[in-house]
């Protein structure tokens, strides 16, 4: 048996002031419900205690998913880079101190819109040049269609270049490839 705490949603405050041009599809309900709700609720200083009460509890495993986000905005994407940091220090000291205590950590949307998105952090970019815009048309399409961003706006409005990129995204992984003619 092992220990398992589940952070979900932190949505990390606060939110920078976004721009009208910022507000579009999703944004706009996001950024009311912020106003009206959140601010009051996601506050640093809850996420703070809440990260020391599972410190304290020594898990064997973290996981954090849901958004570290509010609207992804561009402004917000290095405070998530900086939370980062704290998950990785509460896993340092953890019950095996080591970093690979943590199995998974889920991105959805932003992965599915960048599908190197991981291998732009590594490279230590902090917000990628095409940012999800979080218009939910892939989510839509996940049952009849490949997994892929479908927002041909992020593409200069060229329908090849996004069905090239939601192709890059499905594209079979040699690794499988291989294990199976082994077997």
Known sequence: ???????SDPHLAPLPAPRCSELRSKRLGGFINWQRKRRDIHLL?????????VKAQRPDHIAVTGDLVNLALPEEFPAGRTWRSVIEGALIESEHGRLDACDLV???RPLIANCDLVQQFRRGVDVPDRACTHCNKCV???TTSPLGCYDISRFDGSQQKMVEEILK???ADPA????ENNN
Do not use: E, P
Request: charge should be neutral; proline fraction near 0%.
């Open 1 to 7: 048996m092992f220990v398992l705490a589940h952070i």
């Open 45 to 53: 200083d809850t996420l703070d205690k809440l990260t020391a009460q």
């Open 106 to 108: 889920s991105m959805a």
């Open 140 to 142: 839509g399409r996940t």
């Open 169 to 171: 995204w499905n594209r």
């Open 176 to 179: 499988s490839d291989d294990r």
